[in-house]
């Protein structure tokens, strides 16, 4: 366990991991440009062996393209390729954090595993991919994250969730199931590791066009968004900058729900 003593975290920069950046038109991406434009040092995850197998696919050097981007704000950047499925992956990415940019004090858990399925189809393979990432690698990155945390005050965790508990998401069964379950973390979590200084929420983007979209889908998702427009990952993003920050050290144990008024 890493543990460095107060005052060098208060000399230190404020450094923060996000996972799930691989995709320049992303959450992740957004939310990494958003922290390093207010003086956060970067590191960020990616599996790009993922994205190969999602309808929107991924340009190979989109990450490389994001760190480029990144280090031109001023700050620095670094970056692991990480399957988040794997037990100890945890424990490897915080130590890489440490060893390249120093102790952090923010944990975005983005990184996310997601496929279309209902009761009639969903095998337990499929339910075990969904949980080892969705999950297991949430609650242990969170775990490994708190254990190296050895300041009073100031330390956050932000959850990525999808609103779960405001309507059903037929089709979604095992994405449903262990997004779900992150809400339940967050709000524990939160009581276990306040009296370390770190605040715990989650934040529930809605329908987000990071890419996936078909045009089908935006012409029937449009109406049910009182603005006028879709969920922009800069929409999230901005909210997740505010839950980083010193005015935010009240707030924790929150599911925030930043739809634009969606209707669901």
Not at 66 to 90: H, T
Not at 121 to 140: G, P, W
Request: aromatic letters at 8%.
């Amino acid at each position: 366990m890493w543990l460095l003593k107060e005052e060098e975290y208060l000399n230190s920069n404020k450094i923060a991991v996000i996972t799930g950046a691989s995709r320049l038109k992303g959450i992740g991406a957004a939310i990494c440009r958003e922290l390093a434009d207010v003086g956060y040092d970067i590191f960020f995850s990616y599996w790009t062996s993922y994205d190969k197998e999602m309808p929107w696919n991924i340009n190979i050097e989109e990450p490389i393209l994001l760190k480029e981007e990144l280090s031109k704000k001023g700050v620095e950047v670094s970056s692991l390729e990480l399957d988040l499925s794997n037990p100890n992956a945890s424990q490897q990415l915080i130590n890489a954090v440490i060893e390249k940019l120093g102790p952090p004090t923010v944990l975005i858990n983005n990184a996310a595993y997601s496929t279309n399925n209902n009761f009639a189809s969903l095998t337990h393979e499929e339910l075990d991919k969904h949980y080892m990432i969705n999950v297991r690698a949430t609650t242990l990155l969170s775990i490994e994250f708190a254990k190296q945390f050895s300041n009073s005050h100031g330390g956050r965790i932000i959850n990525l969730t999808s609103g779960q508990f405001r309507g059903p998401m037929p089709g979604e069964l095992a994405y449903a199931t262990t997004k779900g379950a992150v809400d339940a973390l967050t709000l524990t979590l939160s009581a276990e590791l306040a009296p370390l200084g770190i605040t715990v929420n989650a934040v529930n983007p809605g329908p987000t066009d990071t890419g996936w979209m078909s045009e089908k889908t935006k012409k029937e998702l449009l109406p049910l968004f009182p603005f006028g427009r879709l969920g922009d990952p800069g929409d999230v993003a901005r909210i997740i900058k505010f839950l980083v920050s010193e005015e935010a050290e009240w707030i924790t144990g929150q599911v925030i729900n930043s739809e634009g008024g969606f209707k669901r």
